[in-house]
C-alpha cells in the first residue's frame, strides 16, 4: 500500500522509511508539515504516518485540517508526548492511532497494516474466522458449530482478534484496544490472557486459529 | 545599608503620609474657618446687637423729651468711660455733640449698619488706630444719629483666638508629616529585610529566612509566608538534587554496559552469532532507559500538578478489573491474588494516573512475593468517608525503619537491587496520591508463619454519594 511518512529527523525517517519498504509499502517521505499536507491533500495515498512536531505546521493541526477538507485517509500519529491528554487530544483532531515514542519498528508496521484493513469495515453483526464464528448481537461464540463459553473480557480480547484477523496485533495493542489501559504492564499479562483464550477456542479443535508472532504478538488466522 | 532619602520618598507609605498631612491641612483649615466665625465673628455681631439696643433707647429718649432730652443724654454718655461713640447731629449734618468731629459717613433714609475706622488718643496722650461699627440714621424730624462700639476688644480676642488656630495647625501638619515619614522609615525598613532576604537566597544561600518580629501584622504575615516559599523551594531544590544524582548514576550503568557491548562487538572479529547476541543485549538495555526515562518524565509530570482534569471515577470498577487483569498471570506464576472490593467507590480524579497507580501496587507485590504466596487487594470505604485501598503481601517486607525511604524516588533497598525495575514504581504513587490529595503509607502486610510482608495503603479522599 501506499503510504506517507511525514518526519522531518532525516536519520529517523530514513529508518521509518527502509522499515516500511522492507513490508511491501510505497513510501513518500515529506520532511515538514506544510509539504506533508499538501501531498496528502494530493492524495493516492492507503495510511499517513504523521510525526506530531513538525517544522511549519504540527501534526494535530495538519489531521485537523484534512479531516475539515474531508480527508479521510487513516492517519496514525507519531510523538514523544504520548500522556492522556496528548493522546485524546491527537485522537480527537482525527487521527485514528497513537502511537508513542519509541517504539519498535514491529509495533509500527503492525499499527500501520491495521490502520489500512479497519479503514471502512462498516458496523458488522457476525465475524467469522475460519470455522469460528462470533455473533456480536447475540454475544455468541461457535466453532465448528460447537458453542463456545467466553468471560466477557474474552469475548471482547477475541472481537478485537476478530476484527484483525489475518493481521499481526501487539501486546501494545491488545492493553490498548481491549483493556484501554495506557501503561505496559511488567509482567506477562497479556500472554497469559491469551493463552487462556487459546485453550478455549483451539485446545479441542484440529486446526489452530491463534497463533503467535515471535517478538511481535498474536495473529489470528483461519 | 540605610534606606536613602530618595528611595524613602518613593515609598508608598511616605505616599500615603503626605495624603494624610494633606488631609489634616483641610481639615485644620475649615476648623479654623469655623471656629473664627463661631467666636470672633459673634463677637462682633454681639457688639453690634448692643449698638443697636443703645441706639434704640437714645431713639426713645428723643421721641418722649425731644432734640433737648437726647442731646443731654448724648452727651452725658459719651462723657461715660465705656465701648460706645456718639455722635448727634442737625439734619444738614453740622455736629452737634459726640466723639467726632465730623459725621463718618451720611445715612441713608432708613436706619444702616455702619463700620468706621477712626484715631483716638489714649490715656498716654499716644494716638490709637481703632475700629468701631454701630448704628447710623435720621430721627424722626431729621437730626442724624450714630451710636457705635469700639471693636478693640473683640478684635484681640479674635486675634488671639486666630494665632492658638494657626499654631495647632502648624503643629498638626508637622506632625502628622513627621507620623508619616517614621511610618514610611519602618515600612521601608521593614520591605528592606525582606528584599535583602530574597537577594540572598538568590545568591545561593537556600537557608536564608525573613526575620519575623512577633507583632503578627502584615508585614510578619508577609515575612511568614515568604519563609514558608522558601522552605517548599528548599525542599524542591533538595529534592531534585537528589534526583538528579540518582538519575546521573542509575542512567550511567546501563548506558556504560551499552558502549561496552557495541564496543566489544565492534573489537571482535566478525561472527553473526555473537554481533547478534550483542546487539539484542544493547537493544535491551536501550530499552531500559528508555523506559526509566519515561518513569522519570511521568513522575515529573504527577509532581508538577499543573493542569489535569478531574472527573468522575469508579474506583470499584477499576478495582475489579484491575483484579481481572492480573489474576491469570499470578495464578500462572504460582501466587495467589485475591480481592475484596466494597462498591460503589466513587472518586474526584484521572483515570489513567489512578489505574496506573494500583496496577504499579499490584505489580511490585506480585514481584516481591515468593512462588506460593499471597497478594490481598482490599477496598473499602473508611469511617472518616475517604477510600482506602490496600495491596498487602506476604512477601519479604520492608523494615518499618526502611518504609519512609523506599518512597524516595530511585530508592531500591539494597536486597532487591538485582530485580526489575527503576525504582520509580513506589515514588509515582505516593506522587498520584498527593496529586489527589491522598497518602500513600506503608505497614505490615500478611503473616507469612512469623515475619510480616508488606502491606501499601493508599487513602483518597472519596466523591460524596450523590
Given at each position: 500500500m501506499r503510504v506517507l511518512l511525514v518526519e522531518d529527523d532525516a536519520d529517523m525517517a530514513q529508518t521509518l522509511k527502509s522499515s516500511l519498504t522492507a513490508d511491501d509499502h510505497e513510501v513518500d517521505v515529506a520532511n515538514d508539515g506544510e509539504t506533508g499536507e499538501n501531498m496528502a491533500l494530493a492524495g493516492g495515498y492507503d495510511v499517513i504516518v504523521l510525526d506530531r512536531m513538525l517544522p511549519k505546521k504540527q501534526g494535530v493541526a495538519i489531521v485537523r485540517d484534512l479531516r475539515g477538507q474531508g480527508v479521510s485517509t487513516p492517519v496514525l500519529i507519531l510523538s514523544a508526548l504520548h500522556d492522556e491528554d496528548h493522546r485524546v487530544e491527537g485522537l480527537n483532531a482525527g487521527a485514528n492511532d497513537y502511537l508513542g515514542k519509541p517504539f519498535s519498528t514491529r509495533e509500527l508496521l503492525a499499527r500501520v497494516r491495521s490502520l489500512w484493513h479497519g479503514r471502512d469495515r462498516g458496523p458488522q453483526t457476525q465475524l467469522k474466522v475460519g470455522d469460528l464464528e462470533m455473533d456480536l448481537l447475540a454475544r455468541t461464540v461457535r466453532r465448528d458449530g460447537k458453542?463456545?463459553?467466553?468471560?466477557?473480557?474474552?469475548?471482547?480480547?477475541?472481537?478485537?482478534?476478530?476484527?484483525?484477523?489475518g493481521q499481526t496485533v501487539t501486546r501494545k495493542m491488545l492493553l490498548e484496544n481491549v483493556w484501554d489501559y495506557h501503561f505496559d504492564p511488567q509482567t506477562n499479562v497479556i500472554d497469559v490472557h491469551i493463552s487462556r483464550l487459546r485453550s478455549k477456542i483451539d485446545r479441542d479443535f484440529g486446526q489452530t486459529l491463534l497463533h503467535t508472532v515471535r517478538g511481535s504478538g498474536y495473529r489470528l488466522e483461519g | 545599608m540605610r534606606p536613602r532619602l530618595d528611595s524613602l520618598l518613593r515609598t508608598t507609605?511616605?505616599?500615603?503620609?503626605?495624603?494624610?498631612?494633606?488631609?489634616?491641612?483641610?481639615?485644620?483649615?475649615?476648623?479654623?474657618?469655623?471656629?473664627?466665625?463661631?467666636?470672633?465673628?459673634?463677637?462682633?455681631?454681639?457688639?453690634?446687637?448692643?449698638?443697636?439696643?443703645?441706639?434704640?433707647?437714645?431713639?426713645?429718649?428723643?421721641?418722649?423729651?425731644?432734640?433737648?432730652?437726647?442731646?443731654?443724654?448724648?452727651?452725658?454718655?459719651?462723657?461715660?468711660?465705656?465701648?460706645?461713640?456718639?455722635?448727634?447731629?442737625?439734619?444738614?449734618?453740622?455736629?452737634?455733640?459726640?466723639?467726632?468731629?465730623?459725621?463718618?459717613?451720611?445715612?441713608?433714609?432708613?436706619?444702616?449698619?455702619?463700620?468706621?475706622?477712626?484715631?483716638?488718643?489714649?490715656?498716654?496722650?499716644q494716638p490709637v488706630r481703632g475700629r468701631a461699627s454701630g448704628r447710623i440714621g435720621r430721627l424722626l424730624g431729621g437730626p442724624i444719629l450714630m451710636v457705635a462700639r469700639d471693636l478693640a476688644d473683640s478684635e484681640v480676642l479674635a486675634a488671639r483666638i486666630t494665632r492658638v488656630l494657626l499654631t495647632v495647625a502648624i503643629v498638626g501638619v508637622i506632625l502628622s508629616v513627621i507620623s508619616g515619614l517614621l511610618a514610611a522609615n519602618q515600612a521601608a525598613r521593614l520591605a528592606e529585610g525582606l528584599s535583602n532576604t530574597a537577594r540572598e537566597v538568590m545568591a545561593g544561600d537556600l537557608t536564608r529566612r525573613a526575620p519575623v518580629r512577633g507583632a503578627g501584622d502584615e508585614f510578619d504575615a508577609l515575612a511568614e509566608a515568604m519563609n514558608a516559599m522558601l522552605d517548599r523551594l528548599e525542599q524542591l531544590m533538595q529534592t531534585t538534587r537528589t534526583a538528579g544524582d540518582a538519575i546521573a548514576h542509575d542512567l550511567r550503568s546501563p548506558l556504560t554496559r551499552f558502549r561496552q557491548k557495541l564496543e566489544v562487538a565492534l573489537e571482535a572479529p566478525p561472527d553473526s552469532v555473537a554481533d547478534?547476541?550483542?546487539?539484542?543485549?544493547?537493544?535491551?538495555?536501550?530499552?531500559?532507559?528508555?523506559?526509566?526515562?519515561?518513569?522519570?518524565l511521568r513522575l515529573a509530570r504527577v509532581e508538577a500538578a499543573s493542569n489535569w482534569?478531574?472527573?468522575?471515577?469508579?474506583?470499584?470498577?477499576?478495582?475489579?478489573?484491575?483484579?481481572?487483569?492480573?489474576?491469570?498471570?499470578?495464578?500462572?506464576?504460582?501466587?495467589?491474588?485475591?480481592?475484596?472490593?466494597?462498591?460503589?467507590?466513587?472518586?474526584?480524579?484521572?483515570?489513567?494516573?489512578?489505574?496506573?497507580?494500583?496496577?504499579?501496587?499490584?505489580?511490585?507485590?506480585?514481584?516481591?512475593?515468593?512462588?506460593?504466596?499471597?497478594?490481598?487487594?482490599?477496598?473499602?470505604?473508611?469511617?472518616?468517608?475517604?477510600?482506602?485501598?490496600?495491596v498487602l503481601d506476604d512477601g519479604p517486607g520492608v523494615p518499618p525503619a526502611e518504609r519512609d525511604r523506599v518512597l524516595e524516588r530511585f530508592v531500591r533497598l539494597e536486597s532487591h537491587r538485582s530485580s526489575p525495575g527503576v525504582g520509580l514504581g513506589l515514588s509515582l504513587v505516593a506522587a498520584v496520591a498527593r496529586l489527589h490529595r491522598g497518602g500513600l503509607h506503608l505497614r505490615d502486610g500478611l503473616d507469612n508463619g512469623g515475619h510480616k510482608g508488606l502491606g501499601a495503603a493508599l487513602v483518597l479522599p472519596a466523591l460524596a454519594a450523590r
Amino acid at each position: 500500500m501506499r503510504v506517507l511518512l511525514v518526519e522531518d529527523d532525516a536519520d529517523m525517517a530514513q529508518t521509518l522509511k527502509s522499515s516500511l519498504t522492507a513490508d511491501d509499502h510505497e513510501v513518500d517521505v515529506a520532511n515538514d508539515g506544510e509539504t506533508g499536507e499538501n501531498m496528502a491533500l494530493a492524495g493516492g495515498y492507503d495510511v499517513i504516518v504523521l510525526d506530531r512536531m513538525l517544522p511549519k505546521k504540527q501534526g494535530v493541526a495538519i489531521v485537523r485540517d484534512l479531516r475539515g477538507q474531508g480527508v479521510s485517509t487513516p492517519v496514525l500519529i507519531l510523538s514523544a508526548l504520548h500522556d492522556e491528554d496528548h493522546r485524546v487530544e491527537g485522537l480527537n483532531a482525527g487521527a485514528n492511532d497513537y502511537l508513542g515514542k519509541p517504539f519498535s519498528t514491529r509495533e509500527l508496521l503492525a499499527r500501520v497494516r491495521s490502520l489500512w484493513h479497519g479503514r471502512d469495515r462498516g458496523p458488522q453483526t457476525q465475524l467469522k474466522v475460519g470455522d469460528l464464528e462470533m455473533d456480536l448481537l447475540a454475544r455468541t461464540v461457535r466453532r465448528d458449530g460447537k458453542k463456545l463459553d467466553l468471560q466477557p473480557r474474552e469475548f471482547r480480547l477475541l472481537e478485537y482478534l476478530m476484527r484483525h484477523s489475518g493481521q499481526t496485533v501487539t501486546r501494545k495493542m491488545l492493553l490498548e484496544n481491549v483493556w484501554d489501559y495506557h501503561f505496559d504492564p511488567q509482567t506477562n499479562v497479556i500472554d497469559v490472557h491469551i493463552s487462556r483464550l487459546r485453550s478455549k477456542i483451539d485446545r479441542d479443535f484440529g486446526q489452530t486459529l491463534l497463533h503467535t508472532v515471535r517478538g511481535s504478538g498474536y495473529r489470528l488466522e483461519g | 545599608m540605610r534606606p536613602r532619602l530618595d528611595s524613602l520618598l518613593r515609598t508608598t507609605t511616605f505616599r500615603l503620609a503626605l495624603v494624610q498631612a494633606g488631609v489634616v491641612l483641610s481639615f485644620v483649615v475649615l476648623m479654623l474657618v469655623y471656629v473664627y466665625f463661631a467666636t470672633a465673628g459673634a463677637l462682633i455681631r454681639d457688639s453690634d446687637e448692643l449698638a443697636n439696643q443703645e441706639y434704640a433707647t437714645l431713639e426713645r429718649a428723643y421721641a418722649e423729651g425731644g432734640m433737648r432730652r437726647l442731646n443731654q443724654e448724648v452727651v452725658e454718655r459719651s462723657a461715660r468711660q465705656g465701648p460706645f461713640l456718639y455722635v448727634l447731629a442737625e439734619s444738614d449734618g453740622t455736629v452737634v455733640t459726640g466723639d467726632f468731629q465730623q459725621l463718618p459717613a451720611t445715612p441713608g433714609e432708613t436706619p444702616e449698619r455702619i463700620s468706621i475706622n477712626f484715631e483716638q488718643v489714649d490715656a498716654d496722650g499716644q494716638p490709637v488706630r481703632g475700629r468701631a461699627s454701630g448704628r447710623i440714621g435720621r430721627l424722626l424730624g431729621g437730626p442724624i444719629l450714630m451710636v457705635a462700639r469700639d471693636l478693640a476688644d473683640s478684635e484681640v480676642l479674635a486675634a488671639r483666638i486666630t494665632r492658638v488656630l494657626l499654631t495647632v495647625a502648624i503643629v498638626g501638619v508637622i506632625l502628622s508629616v513627621i507620623s508619616g515619614l517614621l511610618a514610611a522609615n519602618q515600612a521601608a525598613r521593614l520591605a528592606e529585610g525582606l528584599s535583602n532576604t530574597a537577594r540572598e537566597v538568590m545568591a545561593g544561600d537556600l537557608t536564608r529566612r525573613a526575620p519575623v518580629r512577633g507583632a503578627g501584622d502584615e508585614f510578619d504575615a508577609l515575612a511568614e509566608a515568604m519563609n514558608a516559599m522558601l522552605d517548599r523551594l528548599e525542599q524542591l531544590m533538595q529534592t531534585t538534587r537528589t534526583a538528579g544524582d540518582a538519575i546521573a548514576h542509575d542512567l550511567r550503568s546501563p548506558l556504560t554496559r551499552f558502549r561496552q557491548k557495541l564496543e566489544v562487538a565492534l573489537e571482535a572479529p566478525p561472527d553473526s552469532v555473537a554481533d547478534r547476541e550483542a546487539l539484542r543485549k544493547a537493544l535491551d538495555e536501550a530499552d531500559r532507559l528508555l523506559d526509566m526515562f519515561a518513569a522519570v518524565l511521568r513522575l515529573a509530570r504527577v509532581e508538577a500538578a499543573s493542569n489535569w482534569k478531574f472527573e468522575r471515577v469508579d474506583a470499584s470498577a477499576i478495582l475489579q478489573e484491575l483484579y481481572e487483569f492480573y489474576e491469570p498471570a499470578a495464578e500462572e506464576q504460582g501466587r495467589k491474588l485475591t480481592a475484596s472490593i466494597q462498591d460503589g467507590l466513587v472518586l474526584k480524579g484521572d483515570h489513567g494516573l489512578f489505574t496506573q497507580a494500583v496496577s504499579n501496587l499490584i505489580e511490585n507485590a506480585l514481584k516481591y512475593t515468593t512462588e506460593g504466596g499471597n497478594v490481598e487487594v482490599r477496598a473499602v470505604r473508611r469511617p472518616d468517608g475517604r477510600i482506602e485501598i490496600d495491596v498487602l503481601d506476604d512477601g519479604p517486607g520492608v523494615p518499618p525503619a526502611e518504609r519512609d525511604r523506599v518512597l524516595e524516588r530511585f530508592v531500591r533497598l539494597e536486597s532487591h537491587r538485582s530485580s526489575p525495575g527503576v525504582g520509580l514504581g513506589l515514588s509515582l504513587v505516593a506522587a498520584v496520591a498527593r496529586l489527589h490529595r491522598g497518602g500513600l503509607h506503608l505497614r505490615d502486610g500478611l503473616d507469612n508463619g512469623g515475619h510480616k510482608g508488606l502491606g501499601a495503603a493508599l487513602v483518597l479522599p472519596a466523591l460524596a454519594a450523590r
